[in-house]
């Protein structure tokens, strides 16, 4: 079975500071690579990867994919309170996603 | 357009007895997952509907049962519950299976607390 792994599993920081976020995966069917943010209840779509090498970018939040390392990293400049929260991955594998046990980051002021 | 709504929001049950969760997607979709997550375990895949079929099941008991309806809205049952089925259930919805799906909207969750 497919297996995502995350790393660290909790993550404090102060405003300001730059963090970098870890999954790496394996898989047995690779369609693509996602990552979700989780605050109070439901996960919201950040950013979905098929490609290695090439970097997906949201204002503060970038990622990208090493296909050959089976790895995905998720970074965040100047980090601010509201970006405390439960940071998720997942593997969409065929049709089926599986998810990694998320990393917890605390942002204070 | 409205989001993904699920009911209850919170629910206590005893052991023992059994529980139905809802889910209803957002309009157009009709895929729906369905996840369980937990301090310990993280968010651990259930199972998936498409079209009224079940697509793709987790590593649950048979305890766990879902269905879903021609309006794409889905059911999830728990029967006999025991203490460690206490978790946060969340449906997502697609477009289409997740073999196409690029993303999953996620609804807001149903707290199942287990006594």
């Known amino acids: 079975e497919d297996k995502v792994v995350q790393s660290p599993l909790s993550l404090v920081v102060h405003e300001g500071d730059t963090v970098t976020l870890n999954c790496s995966y394996e898989?047995?069917?690779?369609?693509?690579l996602l990552w979700y943010k989780q605050e109070k209840k439901a996960p919201t779509f950040l950013f979905m990867l098929t490609s290695s090498g090439i970097e997906k970018k949201s204002g503060r939040l970038s990622s990208i994919l090493d296909k050959k390392e089976l790895f995905s990293i998720l970074n965040i400049t100047a980090t601010q309170t509201g970006d405390s929260a439960i940071y998720l991955c997942a593997d969409l594998n065929f049709n089926k996603f599986y998810f990694g046990s998320g990393t917890k980051l605390n942002v204070k002021p | 357009k409205a989001g993904v709504t699920q009911t209850p929001r919170y629910l206590i049950k005893t052991r023992g007895q059994q529980v139905t969760l809802s889910c209803s997607p957002i309009s157009g979709h009709r895929s729906v997952s369905w996840y369980q997550q937990t301090p310990g375990q993280g968010l651990q895949f259930l199972f998936e509907?498409?079209?009224?079929?079940?697509?793709n099941k987790g590593n649950f008991p048979g305890r766990f049962s879902g269905r879903q309806f021609s309006n794409s809205r889905s059911e999830m049952n728990v029967s006999t519950l025991e203490l460690g089925d206490s978790a946060l259930y969340l449906c997502a919805s697609s477009l289409a299976a997740g073999i196409r799906s690029n993303e999953q909207f996620f609804g807001p969750g149903t707290r199942l607390t287990v006594l």
């Open positions: 509907y498409f079209s009224e079929t079940q697509r």
């Open positions: 898989v047995t069917n690779f369609r693509s």
